[in-house]
C-alpha cells in the first residue's frame, strides 16, 4: 500500500483536490485496491486515515465527476477490511458521498447490496452495522415526504432494495429491468426493511394521498434529460411502497394481532375527506 500512502498525502497536502484529474486518479486507485490482500491488516493501518482526509476533501467536487463507479469500488474494498475500528471513521464521509450519489448519478443495485452486505459483516455495534442501510433508506423516506429528489430510476431501485430484505420485489416492466436484480456475491441480508420500519407511516400516507401521482410527476427528475417514465412511474412507485407496507403488516401480524389498526387506524374510523369527487379518485 505504500504508493497508495504516498498519494493520498501528496493529495491531502493541498488546499484542494484537482477535479481535472481526480477521475483518473480514483479510477487507478480503484483497480490497484482491487489486488490488494484486504485480510492483512497492517498493510491497511497508516492508509485509512489518509484516506478518511481525502474523501472529506472529494464531496465537494463531486459534481466534476463523469464515472462514480471506481469511488463505489473503493468503497466496497475498504469495508473488506477487516479492522473495524478504523473503517469507522470513514462511515461518515462515505454515507455523504453515497446519498450526493444517490440523488445526482446513475446507481446500481448490485452497488448498493454489496456496501450494504458488508458494512453489516464488518461491525458489531447495531449503529455501524447499519449506518449505510440507514443512508440509502433515508434517502427514500426522503422522497417520499417529496423533501428530496431522486432520478426516477434510482427511486425505483431503492424500493427495490428494500422489498428484496423484506421478501418481495417489483414487477418487471420497462423500468423495472435486468439492473433491478441482484447478482451481489456477498449475499442479501441488508436489513433495509428493519430500517423502513421507522418511516412506515410516511409510507402509509404516500400511498394514501389523493394526489401524489400529480406530485410525483412534477417533481422527479430523469438522468437522461427526458422524463420518459413520468406516466408510469408514479403507479410503480406507489404499487411498490404498498408492497412493502403489506410485508411488513403481514411479518407483524404474526407477532401482534394489532398491526393493521396501527398502520392503517382509518380502516376502522374512516375520515369524513374520504367522500371525494370524480377527479380526486381519479388521480387516487
Keep these: 500500500t505504500e504508493p497508495l500512502l504516498m498519494l493520498f498525502e501528496s493529495l491531502n497536502e493541498r488546499k484542494t483536490i484537482p477535479h481535472e484529474t481526480v477521475t483518473t486518479v480514483l479510477s487507478n486507485v480503484a483497480t490497484y485496491m482491487g489486488h490488494l490482500h484486504v ?34 469500488t473503493i468503497m466496497t474494498v475498504t469495508f473488506r477490511v477487516q479492522i473495524p475500528n478504523s473503517v469507522k471513521n470513514l462511515l461518515e464521509p462515505f454515507s455523504k458521498i453515497l446519498s450526493y450519489m444517490i440523488q445526482n448519478c446513475q446507481m446500481k443495485l448490485d452497488y448498493l447490496q454489496d456496501l450494504s452486505v458488508l458494512c453489516n459483516r464488518l461491525f458489531s455495534k447495531e449503529r455501524d452495522r447499519l449506518y449505510i442501510t440507514r443512508c440509502i433508506v433515508y434517502e427514500l423516506a426522503q422522497a417520499l415526504r417529496f423533501k428530496t429528489t431522486i432520478p426516477d430510476v434510482n427511486l425505483l431501485m431503492i424500493v427495490q432494495f428494500v422489498c428484496l430484505d423484506a421478501g418481495g420485489r417489483l414487477a ?17 441480508q441488508t436489513y433495509a426493511m428493519d430500517c423502513m420500519r421507522n418511516y412506515l407511516a410516511d409510507a402509509v400516507e404516500f400511498i394514501g394521498e389523493l394526489h401524489t401521482l400529480t406530485k410525483i410527476k412534477n417533481t422527479t427528475k430523469s438522468l437522461t434529460g427526458q422524463n420518459l417514465n413520468e406516466d408510469t412511474l408514479g403507479g410503480q412507485l406507489k404499487s411498490g411502497v404498498a408492497q412493502i407496507i403489506a410485508l411488513e403488516i403481514t411479518r407483524s401480524s404474526s407477532r401482534d394481532h394489532k398491526a393493521v389498526s396501527k398502520y392503517l387506524p382509518w380502516l376502522f374510523h374512516p375520515p369524513s375527506a374520504m367522500q371525494q369527487g370524480p377527479k380526486e379518485f381519479i388521480d387516487c
Design 39 to 72: 485480510d492483512s491488516a497492517n498493510i491497511w493501518t497508516g492508509l485509512l486515515p489518509q484516506m478518511e482526509m481525502f474523501f472529506k476533501k472529494l464531496h465537494p467536487i463531486l459534481p466534476h465527476l463523469h464515472d462514480m463507479s471506481p469511488i463505489m
Design 172 to 188: 418487471v416492466s420497462q423500468i423495472v429491468n435486468d439492473t433491478f436484480v441482484v447478482n451481489s456475491t456477498y449475499g442479501n
